[in-house]
């Protein structure tokens, strides 16, 4: 499956914004979907989660309460809707796709977006 992120941009703290990922290439709803993101200088990192009809999701504690993934299953499209935005957020984000949907945090996936780049101004 091939993965296209977008959506990225320049925002204040405390201002929302909405990452869009769009698949193609195989069936979409057969794929757990997440998303990642990497600061400069650091590893990149869980950020959360959804599963193949969006029943479930999950969070890192750094997330939770402030971002929410969702997926629409027609559109072949997962979101990332961040709010609260803070400068820490600042990084690039990346979606990311599993056949097989864990429970918890992703420490991996089989399929890669290329990154979209947020910036959180203070």
């Known amino acids: 499956v091939q993965l296209q992120a977008s959506g990225g941009g320049l925002v204040q703290a405390g201002g929302p914004l909405r990452l869009s990922c769009a698949a193609s290439?195989?069936?979409?709803?057969?794929?757990?979907m997440g998303w990642f993101r990497q600061a400069p200088g650091k590893e990149r990192e869980f950020v959360g989660s959804?599963?193949?009809?969006?029943?479930?999701?999950y969070y890192a504690s750094s997330a939770k309460g402030r971002f929410t993934v969702s997926r629409d299953n027609a559109k072949s499209t997962v979101y990332l809707q961040m709010n609260s935005l803070k400068p820490e957020d600042t990084a690039v984000y990346y979606c990311?796709?599993?056949?097989?949907?864990?429970?918890?945090?992703?420490?991996?996936?089989?399929?890669w977006g290329q990154g979209t780049q947020v910036t959180v101004s203070s």
């Open positions: 990311a796709a599993r056949t097989l949907y864990p429970t918890g945090s992703w420490y991996g996936a089989d399929y």
């Open positions: 290439g195989r069936t979409f709803s057969s794929f757990g």
């Open positions: 959804i599963s193949y009809t969006g029943t479930s999701s």
